[in-house]
């Protein structure tokens, strides 16, 4: 069975604080993808990263970046010097390998303070 | 510009009256699929599309229906709409060769009293 799980509910930091959202998956595909999407109050998603199976290097993009390790099947996303903007709900997704469905983990609610 | 719209994009409505959530998408995709969103529950599955005239289950298809007569939409039909469907739905669509590369639909937030 594939499942995602973000044990985080939520979490609540202030700003400038740096916060690192976890990502756990199980999958018997050799080949899938994950994701990481953004849904701030406004309630659309937000797509943020895409990574394949293939490809464990980390990567960055301004404040954000995500840490991809098979050997622990997790796919963790850290914001660094949070703001306030930062602020929503993200959710982590594991696209399967006949590429019928995202499966989306519970989703962690992030609240940034100033 | 490429898109997936949704509508209506709110909706309140009661037990029992039948309704449509349309979907539809400019950008020629082959599948297409609806999620819904309840807190604390993520998004799930309900059901897809991989081409027209082709559907299947997703997780929760129970009081559901789809119909995919046109490559650009798939619309969402709720025959007798209960309180458990009280949720937010998003559409998605692609190219069947890339579902890597999913496009969300704004949403709709539906309420069934």
């Known amino acids: 069975a594939q499942k995602v799980t973000q044990a985080q509910t939520e979490i609540s930091v202030v700003e400038k604080e740096d916060v690192t959202l976890d990502c756990v998956y199980e999958?018997?595909?050799?080949?899938?993808?994950l994701f990481w999407y953004k849904q701030p109050p406004s309630g659309e998603l937000v797509f943020l990263i895409r990574r394949n199976s293939f490809d464990e290097q980390n990567e960055i993009s301004g404040r954000y970046s995500w840490n991809f390790q098979k050997s622990t099947s997790s796919f963790n996303f850290t914001i660094t010097a949070s703001q306030v903007v930062d602020s929503a709900v993200y959710f982590c997704a594991l696209g399967n390998q006949a590429g019928t469905a995202l499966i989306f983990g519970k989703g962690t609610t992030l609240s940034v303070s100033s | 510009e490429a898109q997936v719209t949704q509508n209506p994009r709110y909706l309140i409505t009661v037990t029992g009256k039948k309704l449509t959530v349309t979907c539809s998408q400019n950008m020629n995709h082959e599948y297409m699929s609806w999620y819904r969103q309840d807190p604390g529950l993520g998004l799930r599955q309900i059901y897809y599309?991989?081409?027209?005239?082709?559907?299947d289950k997703g997780d929760v298809p129970e009081g559901y229906k789809v119909s995919r007569k046109e490559k650009r939409n798939f619309p969402l039909i709720l025959e007798s709409p209960s309180p458990n469907q009280t949720s937010l739905y998003f559409c998605a669509s692609s190219f069947v060769d890339r579902t890597y590369e999913q496009y969300f639909g704004p949403g709709t937030r539906l309420t069934v009293t």
């Open positions: 599309s991989m081409n027209v005239e082709v559907t």
């Open positions: 999958t018997r595909d050799t080949t899938y993808y």
